[in-house]
């Protein structure tokens, strides 16, 4: 009676999404089995290590620690913003002059330096490194912030705003290209331990001394062709319009529910996150010729963790100029 084998498809060929959840899958499966066969648990332990690895360059290359950390960072900041500034607003409201002209002044300086925290972080940072400024240089704003119950506020404001920086700073140290190396390393290293682990089991399958692995073969069988229907599936998919007139213009399958980073990463080697800036940026030959393209919605850059809207045309814009974006006219 012939035995049941593990059917090796070509995952290396599968988009980093797809790849992950097959190996997640089969590391997971493996997990479950009580096998006496040394060669095969050590190998298991191997794989289940291997794919550890993967696991952390594949999200390391989604967003990094530090951008995680700015976004809170950057929400709690923007509370505290507009607590100061709704506030300062209300009090320029009081019938008492000597109290109103205290929220007159403070509110006055959100204004002249048109505070607003939709801004990209550079540009907010910019701008409350100005008020604070503002701040710390007038006898009268610190009496008024003081009168109004807002010192403490301003100096958690401000603490914010400079640990945003700095953790900004060390982000430019992490390089978009070194993180998607790591994630191509750990891809090679996990194929060599998964055909090792599908030889492995095959051959002990065959020759029927570890029993217990025809079962997982079964199982595992079936989790690949859900995996790969999964696959067929994602390319009859609605598609997102990319415009550029450097690269050209490309279609892209958009997944239901699917994020940018959803779309980066079964879409590797056209996209990457660059680190350093939570952008999404072209891979193209073309692109880095002309100094970066990074992906914009109506001149705004595109994050990560922005939902995918298949109606709407999005375009690859120019880094660099004076400006946070300079649009690109698409052909």
Do not use: C
């Amino acid at each position: 009676m012939a035995k049941t084998k593990i059917y090796k498809p070509g995952w290396w060929n599968a988009p980093n999404a797809f790849y992950l959840s097959a190996m997640r899958t089969t590391d997971g499966r493996m997990a479950e089995v009580e096998s006496e066969n040394v060669q095969w648990v050590t190998l298991r332990q191997e794989f289940h290590t291997k794919f550890r690895a993967l696991d952390d360059a594949y999200q390391k290359s989604m967003m990094s620690f530090t951008t995680k950390t700015v976004a809170e960072k950057d929400e709690e900041r923007d509370v505290y913003g507009q607590v100061m500034e709704q506030v300062a607003k209300q009090w320029a409201r009081i019938p008492d002059e000597t109290l109103a002209i205290h929220g007159r002044r403070v509110y006055q300086v959100f204004r002249d330096i048109d505070f607003r925290t939709s801004e990209a972080l550079v540009a907010e940072n910019e701008k409350v490194t100005n008020i604070e400024q503002t701040f710390s240089g007038s006898a009268n704003l610190t009496v008024a912030l003081q009168t109004m119950g807002l010192t403490a506020v301003n100096q958690r404001f401000a603490t914010l705003t400079n640990e945003i920086i700095q953790l900004m700073n060390l982000r430019n140290e992490e390089s978009a290209s070194r993180v998607q190396g790591e994630l191509k390393a750990a891809r090679e290293a996990m194929d060599a331990v998964y055909a090792d682990f599908v030889e492995l089991t095959n051959a002990l399958i065959v020759i029927g001394t570890a029993p217990e692995l025809e079962p997982l073969a079964a199982l595992l069988n079936a989790d690949y062709k859900k995996i790969e229907e999964q696959m067929a599936q994602s390319r009859k998919l609605p598609t997102v319009l990319v415009k550029s007139e450097v690269v050209g213009n490309h279609r892209y399958s958009v997944p239901e529910y699917a994020k940018w980073a959803d779309i980066v990463s079964a879409n590797d080697k056209a996209f990457a996150v660059d680190a350093s800036t939570d952008r999404i940026v072209s891979l193209a030959a073309k692109a880095k010729k002309v100094g970066g393209l990074y992906l914009a919605l109506n001149g705004v850059a595109v994050k990560p963790t922005d939902a995918v809207d298949a109606k709407k045309e999005y375009a690859l814009v120019a880094i660099g100029g004076g400006s946070d974006v300079t649009p690109v006219t698409p052909e």
